[in-house]
């Protein structure tokens, strides 16, 4: 006998309330964003489409050091070093391949120039797939991205035409260490 | 060409309106599963996803239709044919209205109950002819839910049958003149209720398809257009169940005066198809062995009971 009440409460009971806390969703306010026609908000920090930026000066920020090569987990960075007539190092080309980049922004993070940098773009879908191969042209923007101040050259000590060791920002003159008398 | 029971013009619009009806709740099933989902469901073709069902025939007219080698072609070929049938057979006897129906049989819940019977040897066929072992497992499961279903489904019925005195539909329709069967009967009514879902092989008594642990079930080798008349066949079978819980519970077409017969039986209708589909988002599904247990052990005696009970009053 209690066993039969046990029934009637599981399958009676349990089941109308069941029913009726989903009738009631039918007034909810509904999860679906209509995407295309309602366009999601993208946070600034989201590691979407990579992209390379400009030093505040307009030069490119890249110094082709291969850190974002070697750190990226699928291989997607291609680049080669090349070297302007004043000493500046800039990537001959930097090529990303996206249809294998997996936006995980170990890039980002293993550049110490800031130059590579993810955006909140994430439609970056194509029909042909070797469309989805970016090269230098196609990454690089005109502005700074998330850093506005920042100038490789004017902080690090590297010496280029224009600019002796020494005389960078917050830079000290280097010491001759000859005339360091005991 | 008049409007009347049996005529050719009326036997024509029941025919078009069940297909229609069945074709829209396609479209009207996940839309609606989408709301009770906190989803929207399709709303791209068409106004809020009205075209759906036209996008969706296109695609099922136009797939391959592919018989497996394997598969015993005669009964292949022969199961969804079968299940469309029956329950458009089964259409015959339900009193839309006053002067709308195909015939005014008097046997017309025997007869219903026969043809639902039959129904059950199209999913058996479908799967055993397959040649699959999903569908032989669907199969299995669709002959052990129709042992199961089938008793209590046609006890449950006797208690309408024993008040109004008559197995014809449209005389259980006017015997509920001033009062509902769904008062008297409730338990009946509840107990059909149960059974008409496991008829139509809806959720949660969707044992013989259950998508998660047999891919399709029965109709797993189906594809283009027998599996669409398996597909259809199961909504048809929806608004049958729907139709016939108005007509032998809710009084079919009685009504408020200002609604047409026809309209008071097509509203209350759509409210029990409403809810099967409420079912199906809300409730899970049970083993098919629970189904059995729920089946044999309880709802059968119940309704032994119910029938006790009703003829001891009528008697008294």
Redesign the interface.
Known sequence: MKK?FT?IKD?LLS?MV??W???M??F?????V?YPDEQPYMFPRWRGRIILSRDPDGEERCVACNLCAVACPVDCIALQKAEMEDGRWYPEFFRINFSRCIMCGFCEEACPTNAIQLTPDFEMAEYVRQDMVWEKEDLLIDGTGKYHDYNYYRIAGMQIKGKDKGEARNEAAPVDVRSLMP | MNLDIGSGLTIALILGVVIMVSALLITVERRLLG??????GPNRVGWGGSLQVVADMIKIFTKEDWVPPFADRFSFVMAPAIIMTVILLSFAVVPFAPNIGVIDSNIGILFILAMASLGAYSVMLGGLSSDNKYALLGSLRAAAQMVSYEVFMGISLLGVVALSGSFNLRDIVAAQEGLWFVIPQFIGFVIFLIAGVAESHRLPFDIPEAEQEICAGYHTEYSGMKFGMFFVGEYLGLVLVSSLITVLFFGGWHGPDFLPPVLCFALKSIVFIAFFI??R???PRPRYDQLMT?GWL?LLPLSLINLLVTGAIILL
């Open positions: 039969i029934l399958t089941q069941t029913l806390g989903v009738f969703k039918l909810d306010r509904k999860d679906t209509e | 709301f009770w989902q906190e989803r929207l409420l079912l988002a809300a409730i729920y309880f």
